[in-house]
């Protein structure tokens, strides 16, 4: 069995604060239920069953600590959520140490938020890239890094990078969560 360094993905800020919404209204139709007849009970149930079952469903995944990257002496590989939330057991992107220029945490919009996104650049780079690969990615991020990067949660770099340095000494792990500062020449 070889020696495997397997990373599980965090709660992050926008989990908790679906779940609150999720509590906020669940708890405001049981309310309402109350101060009303008793043929509305049956409704709040259902409302307040549906608004706190959607936002905990995430936490369930969490709580699962599902492994977002392994990390070993062949190289790295990232599991994708998938549309239930969970993480494949299929790796979307698997790459070997030699041909990784770098492990990169970097930042998506999507939505109305932005999410962290864990990725792994390669020395060379496909030429082609997918349709849509570039939906809501910063101009600074290439799209070879973009289309192999996983989401993750905000406050795991340290864990992703000590996980690096104990299976290579060249790990590079960058933080290009803010785009770089571009200083203009002023003659």
Same mark, same amino acid.
């Given at each position: ?5 397997? #990373?599980?993905? @965090? ?6 604060? $679906?779940?609150?919404? /999720?509590?906020?209204?669940? %708890? /405001? ?5 109350? /101060?009303?007849? +008793?043929? +509305? ?10 608004? %706190?079952?959607?936002?905990? +469903?995430? *936490? @369930? +995944?969490? *709580?699962? =600590?599902?492994?977002?990257?392994? &990390?070993?002496? !062949? ?11 969970? =993480? ?8 070997? *140490? ?7 945490? *970097? $930042?998506?919009?999507? !939505? ?6 864990? /990725? ?15 939906? !809501?990615?910063?101009?600074? #991020? ?5 289309? @192999?990067?996983?989401? &993750? ?5 340290? =864990? ?5 340095? @104990?299976?290579?000494? =060249?790990?590079?792990?960058?933080? %290009? ?11």
């Amino acid at each position: 069995m070889p020696d495997v360094e397997q #990373v599980v993905d @965090r709660p992050q800020w926008c989990d908790a604060a $679906r779940t609150a919404a /999720g509590a906020g209204i669940a %708890a /405001g139709a049981v309310a309402a239920a109350a /101060g009303s007849t +008793s043929n +509305s009970w049956p409704l709040a149930l259902i409302a307040a069953a549906a608004a %706190a079952g959607w936002p905990l +469903s995430r *936490w @369930r +995944s969490i *709580w699962k =600590r599902q492994v977002v990257a392994e &990390f070993d002496r !062949g190289g790295v590989r990232l599991y994708p959520e998938t549309s239930q939330r969970n =993480r494949s057991l299929t790796p979307a992107a698997e790459l070997p *140490w030699t041909e990784i220029r770098g492990i990169y945490f *970097w $930042r998506k919009r999507t !939505g109305l938020y932005w999410t962290t996104m864990l /990725g792994i650049e390669p020395v060379h780079a496909d030429p082609r890239s997918p349709a849509g690969a570039r939906d !809501g990615v910063p101009p600074h #991020v290439p799209t070879a890094l973009a289309v @192999r990067s996983v989401p &993750f949660s905000a406050s795991g770099r340290a =864990r992703v990078e000590a996980a690096a340095k @104990r299976f290579t000494a =060249r790990a590079r792990v960058v933080d %290009a969560r803010k785009a770089p500062v571009q200083r203009r020449k002023v003659y």
